[in-house]
């Protein structure tokens, strides 16, 4: 048996799992880990592992696994939901990007086409560090975390046309015409061939497979799909990425697609992290040593030069600069998917060895200094709001005009002050509407502003923290705010302005997480609301409540939970709240829902006539009928078939009356 790709795994796997362990504990992004596991164990480095040929290939399997779950989880229906970010800020990304990038490479020497193609190298970003960090920064819902993802998501669209479009730019002479014209036909049969498997053909393989229940042959099942379409899309001169891609697209909008991709997340983990490995392992490191210099000054041109295409595009949705500054900087690495078509570059003599390492080595640098760049984002974006730019790039290009408000100047005196229309702002919006409290709402995402303008909602677009929007709303003179926003910076910066426009001002922030309470407070919040400590009061007042304790006791040890700013659930030590259980107090005391079923020993019968406490020693407390409830019951108030009882007493004696309430009337009821 031949051992030597086992010898070869082992090594590679060891290696990773000490380096990536060691990553995490320092929060440094997996990725670096697999790749700095490559550059140890690959020829140029310690030189453990040979050529690696192996390990390459199996990189190769990763890319087509990676490529297939993006397919399977793209929703052409979703992607509508969010079209204009997108396709708009996308496209503009991209753009402006591939422009700029062609242009400097022109004027370094390129020919066109190796111009063209060092533009699409350049105009991706990295997906997976990128979201992985920003999940792990709960900033994937706040406004730069959205357009970061919408621009991602273009992105990994656009390079499926990329890769199909790189073959051209190699000019093949006399051959190009042709190719691509039978290009245009063999990808018209592939797509019909796609539509007719998505409609017909995949369904109704997997409803036969899913019959089975055999999990063992769905997923052989689920692979055979994904490996015979990428190998056909190869067949006919495409490559198996986009093969695979198609694969996914086929599954993505089948009941089936949800099982599919936990069925294959697992193996695609496994062997996209050879991906990243391979990486590493034709990174030469006395190349990179010769040229440190260039490297360098290439890495920081292409992060400025992302960062601004980046900015840019999202300013031109509408967005202000702050919003703009994060998600540039967010983009401002080159993406994995840059690795695979620079792979086809080479194949296509559009780059070469030279090239491949400047480029190699300049990408792991942008990725790699990623986590740093996002947590200097916001010192960046401060920065930048201090210079004197127009208010419309501070603002956004797209802010509603508040003339049409101002109009009506008597609204802007006592109101609530609503920032941040999510689902926490829509309702506070709600709740003041049901009062009649006058109410005005700013928000940043500017489709919003319009929607929500266009039903009749007094909502402003703009970026609360900047004092001149705050008083546009009518700051000075509101009576309450209400921060409702995921974004913890921006949170403490919109409550430091309002302090310092209006001291009289009742201030209620809500943030994600405890630890931004106390720094809420010191900045001048008079009230702030933790989510994940309001979530678990709420769970355990009504855990409480099962357990019969008394209202007033759990009314008690919440308000006393909030007056001590969540010390209590902060840590164990210190004395509880006493609580009393009426189930210690009266081990077999009982409230329970017993339906009254028809012709039963108690139906049409008052209670006056059942003499329930009496005869039976248990009480009921409430009836409900035909959809409305009885409290308090009197003596007068009848059982009839089908109402539901809410009595209380010992366990024994309401046995007693279930036994009852199932008993057909042939008998007067004896008494207990």
Not at 261 to 277: A, K, M, N, T
Not at 396 to 409: K, Q
Not at 502 to 521: C, D, G, K, M, Q
Request: hydrophobic share 50%.
């Amino acid at each position: 048996m031949e051992t030597s790709l086992l010898a070869d795994l082992l090594i590679v796997f060891s290696l990773c799992i000490a380096v990536i362990f060691l990553f995490l504990r320092i929060r440094v992004p997996s990725i670096i880990g697999f790749i700095l596991t490559g550059i140890l164990a690959g020829p140029h480095g310690l030189g453990l592992i040979g050529e690696g040929r192996e390990v390459e290939y199996l990189s190769e399997f990763g890319i087509v696994l990676l490529l297939f779950t993006i397919g399977i989880e793209f929703s052409l229906k979703n992607l509508l939901e969010i079209k204009r970010p997108v396709l708009l800020g996308g496209s503009l990304q991209v753009g402006f990007t591939l422009a700029l990038t062609y242009a400097l490479a022109v004027f370094g020497g390129l020919a066109w086409n190796k111009a063209v193609f060092i533009g699409f190298l350049v105009s991706l970003s990295s997906t997976a560090i990128v979201l992985k960090l920003l999940d792990e920064r709960a900033e994937i819902t706040r406004p730069h975390g959205r357009n970061t993802l919408a621009i991602l998501i273009f992105q990994d669209l656009i390079i499926v046309p990329m890769m199909i479009f790189t073959p051209f730019l190699s000019g093949m002479p006399g051959e190009t015409d042709v190719s691509f014209a039978t290009l245009v036909v063999e990808g018209l049969a592939l797509l019909v061939f796609v539509y007719v498997s998505y409609k017909w053909i995949v369904p109704n393989i997997l409803f036969q497979i899913a019959k089975t229940r055999s999990r063992e042959l769905f997923l052989l099942s689920i692979v055979m799909i994904c490996l015979g379409v990428a190998w056909m899309t190869a067949e006919l001169g495409l490559s198996l990425a986009l093969g695979a891609f198609l694969a996914g697209l086929i599954i993505s909008e089948s009941e089936y697609s949800h099982e599919a991709l936990g069925r294959i997340l697992p193996f695609r983990d496994i062997f996209v992290s050879f991906f990243f490995i391979s990486i590493g392992m034709l990174l030469d490191l006395s190349f990179l040593g010769e040229n440190l210099a260039l490297i360098l000054a290439l890495a920081l041109g292409i992060i400025i030069l992302k960062a601004a295409t980046g900015g840019i595009a999202v300013m031109l949705l509408g967005y202000p600069l702050r919003i703009a500054v994060l998600t540039g900087l967010a983009l401002a690495q080159i993406g994995e998917f840059s690795f695979v078509l620079s792979r086809t570059g080479m194949e296509y003599n559009l780059i070469d060895e030279t090239k491949y390492q400047i480029f190699l080595n300049v990408s792991l640098l942008t990725m790699a200094v990623t986590p740093f760049i996002l947590n200097l984002s916001p010192r960046v974006a401060d920065i930048l709001m201090k210079f004197p730019f127009p208010a419309k790039i501070k603002n956004g290009f797209l802010s509603v005009s508040f003339d049409a408000f101002s109009e009506n100047r008597h609204i802007m005196d006592d109101h609530l002050l609503i920032i941040g229309f999510g689902v926490n702002g829509r309702n506070v919006s709600r709740a003041a509407k049901m009062a009649g409290i006058p109410y005005v709402i700013l928000e940043v995402n500017a489709e919003t502003v319009r929607s929500e303008r266009a039903s009749g909602q007094p909502i402003f677009y703009g970026d609360a923290t900047q004092g001149a929007v705050l008083e546009h709303v009518g700051a000075k003179n509101a009576r309450v705010a209400v921060i409702a926003i995921p974004d913890a910076a921006a949170t403490r910066r919109i409550t430091t302005a309002l302090r310092e426009l209006n001291p009289n001002l009742h201030i209620i922030a809500r943030t994600r997480f405890v630890r931004e309470v106390s720094p809420l407070y010191e900045l001048g919040a008079d009230e702030v609301i933790p989510e994940e400590f309001e979530t678990s009061i709420e769970i355990f007042s009504r855990a409480l409540s099962e357990y019969l304790i008394p209202r007033d006791d759990i009314e008690r040890c919440i308000a006393e939970l909030r007056a001590d700013g969540y010390k209590m659930l902060r840590g164990l030590s210190g004395e509880a709240t006493a609580i009393h259980r009426l189930e210690q107090e009266l081990p077999e005391f009982k409230v329970v829902t017993l339906r009254v079923n028809e012709g039963c020993l108690l139906a049409g019968k008052s209670l006056m006539e059942i003499e329930m406490r009496k005869k039976y020693h248990v009480s009921i407390l409430a009836i409900r009928k035909n959809g409305t409830s009885v409290f308090n019951p009197g003596g007068e108030d009848v059982l009839c078939p089908g109402d539901a009882i809410i009595v209380t007493g010992q366990i024994a004696k309401i046995l007693d009356i279930i036994q009852l309430l199932r008993k057909r009337n042939t008998q007067s009821p004896p008494a207990v």
